[in-house]
């Protein structure tokens, strides 16, 4: 797609391409060539995009190809990762050309909605995205677990397939906004171990039913022995208790416990006393790409029978523009054009309420929506829901 008369769109078409922009990456994201090789082979050529001019390569991302849960559904997401832009061709426009262009094919594509982690915030309000949610790395001295609950066995897993784990994990995403149901190059970064670092994982219960997983490895920082969980998921109480006494059994040697969760985390709530704490967060953003197909793939609670009168402002995709009437029936929507218009609102600021990551009230408080007071009451009602957040990054 030639996007200008200096710039070109596209994919890798050749080895020279491939070359180009692993050298262009590895230089924006700090990491070593082999690193390249690695990456491109784990998510696949065909899903990288990049603009060049003439035959040089100006800037490159990559498309993962997966869905995010909200109210209870997998909808179909482009999460978009590594995006980099030559330093000498920083602040020409050239980012948001390739931001642009490629949320235009998504949206050709028919996919509802796109999910990022930001460098800046700045350059993805520009093209429609909006904060969306949290991923937030708790840590806890392990002497102050104080777990002793051993009801349920652990059972070591080699070799290491996801597969294993997938449908453990599903269940648990499934229940909570935006987690992810997993592209196979997500797990593989889970599941294989970086630099010198052992990757352990165990099921919890019966082999034959189990009731959870725990995927971790162990490190180093200064003179102390660290536990990272890389990923999780309990099903019971019991798988609960049980993980805690595993991380519990670990105080001879290892100082403190390190996993990613939400802003609250009701994993914690079983602890005798809060002793832990975030060590650092990330706000991860979204874009809704098709206002109607993300509204009608979306769960809402199931009691709730009613109409939303929404309109919509979008400078990059026309078909977003105007009215849509929301209507909500045993847990699905449906969406039409037209209605009143009495829930105003810009893109972004829907995508912030489409995650439940911010209520309308708090939207209007600051200048986000307008809305009558009874629109307003309806879509609380609506997107009302788990705090959004997941424990990947990407």
């Not at 602040?91 to 796109?114: F, K, N, W």
């Not at 999910?115 to 392990?142: D, F, M, S």
């Not at 994993?267 to 060590?279: D, F, K, N, V, Y």
């Not at 793939?297 to 979008?314: A, C, F, N």
Request: aromatic share 10%; hydrophobic share 40%; charged share 15%.
């Amino acid at each position: 797609m030639v996007i200008s008369a200096q710039l070109d769109y596209g994919s890798i078409s050749n080895a020279d391409n491939a070359e180009q922009l692993g050298e262009l990456l590895t230089q924006c994201f700090a990491s070593s060539p082999n690193d390249w090789q690695v990456y491109l082979n784990r998510i696949g050529q065909d899903n990288f995009r990049l603009i060049r001019q003439g035959e040089k390569i100006v800037g490159g991302l990559a498309i993962y190809t997966m869905g995010q849960w909200y109210g209870g559904q997998s909808i179909p997401m482009a999460g978009i990762a590594a995006v980099g832009i030559a330093p000498e061709y920083r602040g020409t426009g050239a980012a948001y050309t390739l931001m642009q262009c490629t949320l235009q094919e998504l949206h050709q594509q028919g996919v509802p909605i796109s999910t990022l982690y930001p460098a800046t915030q700045v350059l993805y309000r520009k093209v429609g995205y909006e904060q969306a949610g949290i991923r937030c790395n708790w840590h806890i001295p392990t002497e102050t677990i104080q777990w002793r609950d051993r009801t349920l066995p652990m059972s070591r897993v080699k070799p290491i397939r996801y597969e294993v784990f997938q449908d453990l994990y599903s269940q648990q995403a499934q229940t909570t906004n935006g987690n992810l149901n997993r592209n196979p190059a997500i797990w593989q970064n889970l599941l294989e171990a970086q630099t010198d670092q052992s990757v352990y994982a165990y099921l919890i219960g019966e082999q034959s039913q189990p009731e959870g997983y725990v995927i971790c490895t162990q490190s180093q920082e200064a003179d102390n022995l660290l536990l990272n969980i890389q990923d999780w998921a309990f099903l019971t109480p019991a798988a609960a208790r049980r993980f805690w006494t595993f991380c519990a059994d670990h105080r001879s040697q290892v100082r403190q416990v390190r996993w990613y969760s939400s802003l609250i985390d009701s994993l914690m709530l079983p602890l005798p006393e809060q002793t832990a704490q975030i060590r650092d967060q990330k706000r991860w953003m979204l874009r809704i790409l098709d206002v109607s197909k993300a509204l009608e793939k979306r769960g809402y609670p199931l009691p709730i029978e009613t109409e939303l009168h929404l309109q919509v402002q979008d400078e990059l995709f026309p078909a977003n523009n105007g009215n849509f009437i929301l209507s909500v029936s045993q847990g699905r929507g449906k969406v039409t054009p037209g209605g009143t218009g009495e829930f105003r609102l810009h893109v972004r600021a829907l995508a912030s309420l489409f995650t439940s990551l911010l209520t309308p009230e708090q939207l209007r408080q600051m200048g986000y929506l307008d809305s009558t007071s009874a629109a307003l009451s309806r879509a609380t009602w609506l997107f009302s829901g788990s705090l959004p957040w997941m424990p990947d990054f990407f």
